[in-house]
């Protein structure tokens, strides 16, 4: 009988023994499957998802703020996108004044403080609107301001000397290297591990930025007529890059006035503008009254396309047929 029971004790404490190495096991399953877990990013526009794809590879999932069709200078992120930013381990913000990041990126900061916030804009010259649309009206306006009174001219004109920057940082594939490399910084502070991974990724992104930009600048190097005429001044960086000048119909987010039109309208029939480009993000109408005015036509571009690279060679291909 003591045997019996010796017996069953001992196979008793084997079992025992064995749930716990088992259950040791299982335990250590989700620590291995944690290491291979992708890192998810946040951007705050399309084009970004493209700078994070290629300097993180396999090693990221990224996530969008401002989803397809929708203007970041409107948008507010869904409770859904909230939520699943507090799995967000990296923010990269555009940095340079996107209207969504400022209305929301000190809200979206403070839902997750684990979550490594990168500026995408560190490192790079921001232009002023206000100085480029001066420099694109200049001569336009020359008449006007020569007519009126000191005092008069100061108060119609007075919008041309506010101050603001242009926060369209990522449409100059010089800027987008800058990008790529802050990106790369902040993943290797929460993957240090990888950190030749992400190098030599974005080695190789660099070089497909420097080839793009070779690209678009033999695109328009012969360009007899180097002056856009946009409807959203969302291509100051490029325009710099490339040597061209854009006449902006709106202005600090407003439609333009009757004169501003009439203004507009001398300065495409003066340098033989046909084509007005317009963003799909945003209403058409006065492009489509400025057209029909100087027989032209409106062709839409959009600065927020997913497929960055792909995208300007397209924008900048458009250019070249003005």
């Excluded at 526009?45 to 994070?52: A, C, G, M, S």
């Excluded at 990269?92 to 969504?100: D, M, N, P, Q």
């Excluded at 000190?106 to 839902?111: E, G, H, P």
């Excluded at 987008?176 to 240090?192: C, F, Q, R, S, T």
């Amino acid at each position: 009988m003591d045997k019996k029971i010796i017996g069953m004790m001992g196979l008793t404490g084997f079992l025992i023994i064995g749930i716990i190495l088992l259950s040791g096991c299982i335990e250590e399953k989700p620590k291995e499957n944690l290491t291979q877990e992708q890192i998810l990013v946040a951007v705050s526009i399309l084009p970004q998802i493209e700078f994070v794809e290629k300097v993180g590879g396999d090693k990221v999932k990224v996530m969008v703020m401002v989803p397809p069709g929708a203007s970041p200078h409107t948008y507010e992120p869904t409770p859904n996108q909230m939520i699943d930013l507090s799995n967000a381990k990296i923010y990269a913000k555009v940095g340079s004044g996107v209207e969504f990041e400022l209305g929301w990126m000190d809200k979206i900061a403070d839902l997750n403080k684990n979550m490594l916030v990168v500026d995408c804009s560190d490192g790079i010259k921001l232009m002023d609107i206000a100085e480029e649309e001066k420099k694109a009206h200049k001569k336009a306006h020359k008449k006007a301001h020569e007519a009126e009174e000191a005092g008069e001219e100061n108060k119609k004109h007075e919008e041309h000397e506010e101050s603001s920057k242009d926060p369209h940082i990522w449409l100059s594939p010089k800027n987008a290297k800058i990008m790529a490399e802050n990106i790369y910084k902040g993943l290797i502070k929460v993957d240090p591990a990888n950190k030749e991974y992400y190098w030599k990724n974005m080695e190789i992104y660099i070089a497909e930025l420097d080839e793009i930009d070779r690209k678009i600048s033999e695109k328009l190097k012969n360009l007899s007529n180097r002056k856009i005429l946009v409807f959203h001044p969302a291509w100051g960086y490029f325009c710099k890059d490339y040597n061209l000048t854009q006449v902006a119909i709106e202005k600090s987010g407003k439609e333009p006035t009757p004169e501003g039109i009439r203004n507009l309208i001398t300065q495409a029939k003066e340098n033989n503008i046909s084509i007005i480009f317009a963003s799909p993000e945003f209403s058409t109408r006065s492009a489509e009254a400025i057209a029909n005015e100087i027989n032209g036509k409106v062709v839409l571009i959009s600065p927020l396309e997913r497929n960055y690279t792909a995208n300007l060679y397209k924008v900048a291909d458009m250019f070249s047929k003005i």
